[in-house]
């Protein structure tokens, strides 16, 4: 998850998460650079109710549980996710 917000921004929408390439930076995001396809995000549910249901669209103000369906290029083995203009955790995808 995004590191909790500061000022008028107190939600955050799964929807906008994206998997980047390890190395991206801050310059990347400003060229647009870092969205280089790596992978394609299929299905995204949240874990809501005691059950993961469907993403409809909805922010949240904390912490939840996802489950992600992504399709990756063949040679990624690892990533991280980016959302907007930050990035966080490490990602590594099984051989």
Known sequence: M????KGS???WEPGELRLVRPEATAKDIEKDTDDDNLCVVHNLEVFQDGKFQRD???K???P????????????IKRAKFRYYFEH????????
């Open 88 to 95: 966080f955790g490490d990602v590594a995808f099984p051989a």
């Open 60 to 62: 949240f103000a904390g």
């Open 64 to 75: 939840i549980r996802l489950r992600l369906h992504v399709g990756l290029k063949p040679e």
């Open 2 to 5: 995004p590191q909790p917000a």
């Open 56 to 58: 409809d669209g909805l």
């Open 9 to 11: 921004f107190t939600h």
